[in-house]
T-cell receptor, first 112, second 115 residues
Framework: AQSVTQPDIHITVSEGASLELRCNYS??????LFWYVQSPGQGLQLLLK??????LVQGIKGFEAEFKRSQSSFNLRKPSVHWSDAAEYFC??????????FGTGTSLTVIP | GAVVSQHPSRVICKSGTSVKIECRSL??????MFWYRQFPKQSLMLMAT?????????EQGVEKDKFLINHASLTLSTLTVTSAHPEDSSFYIC???????????FGPGTRLLVL
């Protein structure tokens, strides 16, 4: 069965520090992988996606993610976090039948 | 491109009434739209998948007679919560997709409060 795991429920980083949010998936075939960000009371905004090709994908707002098939991971990174990055981050895998499976989310707090 | 809107953004209704939420893809045609429900500080729970012109496919445990979904055109899907109860209070989010296995673009969500 398909599943997505985000091991970190909550992460706190200092502004300017680097960030890595973990995402592991379980899926039998080649996955379509996504990272979305959600601000309080808002919908989800796509940060980046991986369908095929280069395993290091660049997204908006300075984010990037690396697909590692051997580790079944798609971790999100940012070299220098800004206070406006504080939000909830969701990893998702797109499966056959068009469904998306979301992780439980990681809440990011940025301290000045 | 790929903007999805929802209306209303927030609604308060009395128990027993019905509420309709609209989801529109503003600048693209969406062959598939999805409806999710999100509880506070939790992930999104897929309620149903709807394709234009056909009946929606509901996830297990979602009452199709309570959550009526209509996907009348390639740019509009509606979710009607019938005979709403306080336990239906939640954040409802729709998403739209151009084609199979493409990115889902999400609306801003609708906060429903049933008194």
């Amino acid at each position: 069965a398909q599943s997505v795991t985000q091991p970190d429920i909550h992460i706190t980083v200092s502004e300017g520090a680097s960030l890595e949010l973990r995402c592991n998936y379980s899926y039998g075939a080649t996955p379509y992988l996504f990272w979305y960000v959600q601000s309080p009371g808002q919908g989800l905004q796509l940060l980046l996606k991986y369908f095929s090709g280069d395993t290091l994908v660049q997204g908006i707002k300075g984010f990037e993610a690396e697909f590692k098939r051997s580790q079944s991971s798609f971790n999100l990174r940012k070299p220098s976090v800004h206070w406006s990055d504080a939000a909830e981050y969701f990893c998702a895998v797109g499966a056959t039948g068009n469904q998306f499976y979301f992780g439980t989310g990681t809440s990011l707090t940025v301290i000045p | 491109g790929a903007v999805v809107s929802q209306h209303p953004s927030r609604v308060i209704c009395k128990s027993g009434t019905s509420v309709k939420i609209e989801c529109r893809s503003l600048d693209f045609q969406a062959t598939t739209m999805f409806w999710y429900r999100q509880f506070p500080k939790q992930s999104l729970m897929l309620m149903a998948t709807s394709n234009e012109g056909s009946k929606a496919t509901y996830e297990q445990g979602v009452e199709k007679d309570k959550f009526l979904i209509n996907h009348a055109s390639l740019t509009l899907s509606t979710l009607t919560v019938t005979s709403a109860h306080p336990e239906d209070s939640s954040f409802y989010i729709c998403s739209a997709q151009r084609g199979v296995k493409e990115t889902q673009y999400f609306g801003p969500g609708t906060r429903l409060l049933v008194l």
